[in-house]
């Protein structure tokens, strides 16, 4: 059974940083083609952020561009999301997400609270 696991969130002060981590398990990692991270504010559709392939190229939200880095450790099964200066506007669970022709599995999120 495929699991993704994430943790790193919580409560931040605008400017701060936060590492997002997204363990996985049940799945060989560096077989799945494509990893992202999502985001869901209250009251709003989940966005996708952050992009990231199996051959490591990576695509971001025009809204996160610059401040947010997503990676890939393939040998410790792990996607990690780099958040830096952040802004409350960036409030919001945090979702990991990886799919390919024939799977698409989702964590259970992370929260993240910027307060200003």
């Known amino acids: 059974q495929v699991q993704l696991v994430e943790s790193g969130g919580g409560l931040v002060q605008a400017g701060g940083s936060l590492r997002l981590s997204c363990a996985g398990s049940g799945i060989i990692f560096n077989s799945i083609a494509i990893m992202e991270w999502y985001r869901q504010a209250p009251g709003k559709q989940r966005e996708l952020v952050a992009t990231?392939?199996?051959?490591?190229?990576?695509n971001y939200a025009d809204s996160v561009k610059d401040r947010f880095t997503i990676s890939r450790d393939n040998a410790k099964s792990t996607l990690y999301l780099q958040i830096n200066s952040l802004k409350p506007e960036d409030t919001a669970v945090y979702y990991c997400?990886?799919?390919?022709?024939?799977?698409?599995?989702w964590g259970q999120g992370t929260q993240v609270t910027v307060s200003s």
């Open positions: 990231i392939s199996s051959g490591g190229s990576t």
């Open positions: 997400h990886c799919r390919g022709n024939f799977y698409s599995y």
